[in-house]
């Protein structure tokens, strides 16, 4: 199971977002990815391996940690990253997803 | 440019079936997993299953094993995913997305197509 936290996140542009997902169970050789879900549009892929960016990814997204506990930051946040962020284990089958985290913009 | 391109919306009565479909462009068909992924209004996603196009073997989520069939069509670079016994409850978004590994699967999904709504309403 992935736990992610805040539920909601509400910053101002330019602030630093810090979006967390913890694993019930160590995710195996990091097998983490991040994917973004802007309203009404289909996930986009932003991050996988735990921290490697997508192609086309601005680096203001970064990703790290390993084990059980992951982050998402967003260096600098744009109101272009207003979404539902979704972290996603593919260590073990069946692959499972967070249950998301919105980040708006104030 | 790389893309998937699904079919359109349906409804269905509770007890039908569904076929939906995902055509591939822009890269080698057979050399990439295509995943399918559902989404219920309003909640999160769920993966169902993948299959490798060349060859046609899939892989089932245990929650969908005896409920979907998932097939690939080379000559038309098309994936498709048959679903039986349809409750309200899968009334959902559905995605396929390919896998980012080339030749074998990783989990990690890198394009995904733009979704398929179907609707089980009586």
Redesign the interface.
Known sequence: VLTQSPGTLSLSPGERAILSCRASQSVRNT?L?W?QQKPGQ????LI??GSKR??GIPDRFSGSGSGTDFILTISRLEPEDVAVY?C?Q??A????????TKVEIK | QVQLVQSGADVKTPGASVKLSCQSSGYTFTTYYIHWVRQVPGQGLEWMGMINPSGGSANYAQKFQDRVTMTSDTLTRTVFMDVRSLESQDTAVYYCARDQQRWTFSGALDIWGQGTMVTVSS
């Open positions: 097998y990815a994917y289909a996930p986009r892929a996988s391996d997508a192609t979704y996603q593919y260590g089958l069946p692959w499972t997803f967070g249950q998301g």
